[in-house]
């Protein structure tokens, strides 16, 4: 079913501070992840499986290969009106890069405006999650609201990490508070929850218009959705309404996929979050055909696995293998790998995530490491073993000891 009375708006322009040295040379949401996917198909699948078919892409920093994949991955027909077109920052109310999320969209007014929908679907793009929006949206319709937020429970000891949302006994939004330091409210009938902005909104058109106008006129304003343009609807005691993302279904839905939400913001959430689909049973299912998770597809041929030959066995265990990739007598366990992949005899890789075109020589041994595209690891090379090492020959190793080969690194 296609819904045409709504157009989409997804934030890509962040920078990604948090996950650096991933985000050295692309924006956050064109990190790769699960193998095959960029961390933006998440919000994008989301929107075409839900019948959204009219689609900006909002990027600013370090978008080339961002802008790449979409538009080579998501080519909708024009003919039926459908897009994903790419809005590049364009500086056009004055000489400033967006100054913050609402100022994104505000110097994109006029899509809105050529548009004319009747309502605007606001997302971040760089969150792993699966949701059906058409529920949401008609969950704005039925409360009337002029602003949906959708938020995630969680439980109320962690409010201090994310924008708190308080509602009445309705799910009316009464207060909002980002990183409060103190005890927030909970949820009804749930003392121990709170409710934590997942960054997506739905907006009636003319409301948003309104609002992002008023917002742009005061100089100290950061220009944010959560910031500003929440507080100013709450103040004008406009019908804002939180939608809960828990109740959200979709078709093949598992019951430990309901309510999966995972911000991968740093180094660590973003492993961990990919070593968690190598469970039996993951929470996050890429293989539900119900729920199809599109993306570019690489003409590489199948993933081949060679060499049983005494020590010398190319083997991969739990672990995902992209296609082109060629394990030549070497051993994988709980790992990741995007095409094009090599690792050569007698080298063992385990609990890492190894990105496009990366090499590994003879007689390595890896453990929790993130190795970055077309990355050439020499024979009888160590990483993850000692983080000093690590750190001396230039890797980043985060707080939790995953280190992170960036790319173009020379060993």
């Not at 190319?314 to 094009?340: D, F, H, Q, R, Y």
């Not at 073993?385 to 985060?398: A, E, L």
């Amino acid at each position: 079913m296609s819904i045409d009375d709504a157009l989409v708006m997804i934030l890509a322009g962040g920078e990604g501070k948090r996950l650096y040295p991933l985000t050295k040379d692309r924006a956050k949401p064109a990190v790769p992840f699960g193998g095959r996917y960029r961390i933006i198909d998440f919000v994008l699948n989301n929107f075409i499986n839900s019948g959204f078919y009219k689609i900006k892409v909002l990027t600013q920093y370090k978008s080339d290969s961002l802008n790449q994949h979409i538009s080579r991955g998501y080519a909708l027909s024009p003919f039926l009106d459908q897009y994903v077109d790419l809005v590049p920052a364009q500086m056009r109310t004055g000489g400033d890069w967006y100054r913050g999320t609402a100022d994104a969209v505000f110097q994109n007014i006029l899509h809105i405006i050529d548009a004319n929908p009747r309502y605007v679907c606001v997302f971040g793009g760089d969150h792993i999650y699966k949701m059906d929006v058409s529920q949401m949206l008609n969950y704005h319709k039925e409360k009337q609201a002029n602003l949906t937020i959708a938020a995630i429970p969680i439980p109320i000891e962690e409010a201090s990490e994310f924008g708190i949302m308080e509602v009445d006994e309705n799910w009316r939004l009464t207060n909002f508070v980002e990183k409060p330091k103190t005890k927030p409210k909970s949820i009804p009938e749930n003392p121990n929850l709170c409710l934590a902005s997942m960054g997506n909104y739905i907006f009636d058109k003319e409301i948003l218009l309104e609002t992002l106008d008023k917002d742009n006129k005061i100089e100290n304003s950061s220009h944010d959705f959560g910031k500003n343009i929440i507080p100013m609807l709450l103040n004008e005691n406009k019908p804002v309404y939180v939608y809960n993302f828990k109740e959200n279904t979709f078709p093949g839905i598992s019951d430990a996929e309901r309510g999966y939400w995972k911000d991968v913001g740093n180094v660590d959430a973003y492993w961990q979050a990919n070593m968690d689909l190598l469970d039996s049973a993951p929470e996050l299912n890429l293989y539900a055909q119900e729920w199809p998770l599109r993306t570019f597809n690489y003409n590489y041929p199948p993933a081949k696995f060679i060499w049983h030959d005494g020590e010398r066995v190319g083997m991969a265990t739990n672990s995902m293998v992209s296609e082109g990739c060629i394990i030549s007598g070497g051993v994988l366990s709980k790992c990741v790998l995007s095409p094009k992949v090599r690792i050569n005899s007698y080298t063992s890789v385990t609990e890492s995530i190894l990105m496009e075109n990366v090499t590994i020589g003879r007689h390595c041994e890896i453990r929790q490491a993130i190795i970055d595209k077309n990355v050439q690891i020499p024979p009888y090379t160590k990483i993850g073993f000692n983080k000093d090492i690590d750190m001396q020959k230039g890797f980043y190793v985060s707080p939790n000891g995953i280190t992170v080969v960036p790319k173009g690194a020379i060993l």
